[in-house]
T-cell receptor, first 110, second 115 residues
Framework: QKEVEQDPGPLSVPEGAIVSLNCTYS??????FMWYRQYSRKGPELLMY????GNKEDGRFTAQVDKSSKYISLFIRDSQPSDSATYLC??????????FGTGTRLTVIP | ETGVTQTPRHLVMGMTNKKSLKCEQH?????MYWYKQSAKKPLELMFV???????ENNSVPSRFSPECPNSSHLFLHLHTLQPEDSALYLC??????????????FGSGTRLTVV
């Protein structure tokens, strides 16, 4: 079983839509949960960081972690064409190594 | 451009060539990483260096040889590669040690094609 499962998409939505991106994981030791955004021909950049279960909001982005079901979500409200990118979930144990999902490619159509 | 710079951006090499990828960070981080990114696969951790010492080699074939002369520079030496080694090679750095809200800082990667 993979450490992290993520639907690779692609996912296309109209501008203004609410986007839901999800991951599941198998390792109960994961405590830190990150979302990275990767634009074409660029490296991933950290978008959101959450510690343990709960929600965290940053502007149009909300990260949600449910440790009981091992489920990670990223919601994007009022999606914009500039949100078009690949989104990677990355849970982490207390050690320093991140585990990445495959990434979901999102396209927001004007 | 991020605080992590990778060169070259693109590289095409034959299976008998020897080449090197370079990574440089000026963020004061003490940990550096090499990742391999292939289509429809998760990022694969290759090597980890903490304070210039290699702390992890994730069962990477010996045709990939890392070098970390100081905390700011990381190299990946390549020789006798195979076509399946074609991928985006990403370098990252971090402050190291445990979970951190700052995560990793990635470079833009080197797109490697082995012919």
């Amino acid at each position: 079983q993979k450490e992290v499962e993520q639907d690779p998409g692609p996912l296309s939505v109209p501008e203004g839509a609410i986007v839901s991106l999800n991951c599941t994981y198998s390792n109960s030791a994961f405590q830190y949960f990150m979302w990275y955004r990767q634009y074409s021909r660029k490296g991933p950049e950290l978008l959101m960081y959450t510690y343990s279960s709960g929600n965290k909001e940053d502007g149009r982005f909300t990260a949600q972690v449910d440790k009981s079901s091992k489920y990670i979500s990223l919601f994007i409200r009022d999606s914009q064409p500039s949100d078009s990118a690949t989104y990677l979930c990355a849970p982490q144990t207390g050690a320093n190594n991140l585990f990445f999902g495959t990434g979901t490619r999102l396209t927001v159509i004007p | 451009e991020t605080g992590v710079t990778q060169t070259p951006r693109h590289l095409v090499m034959g299976m008998t060539n020897k080449k090197s990828l370079k990574c440089e960070q000026h963020l004061g981080h003490n940990a550096m990483y090499w990742y391999k990114q292939s289509a429809k696969k998760p990022l694969e951790l290759m090597f980890v260096y903490n304070f210039k010492e290699q702390t992890e080699n994730n069962s990477v074939p010996s045709r990939f040889s890392p070098e970390c002369p100081n905390s700011s520079h990381l190299f990946l030496h390549l020789h006798t590669l195979q076509p399946e080694d074609s991928a985006l090679y990403l370098c990252a750095s971090s402050q190291g040690g445990g979970g951190t809200e700052y995560g990793y800082t990635f470079g833009s990667g080197t797109r490697l094609t082995v012919v």
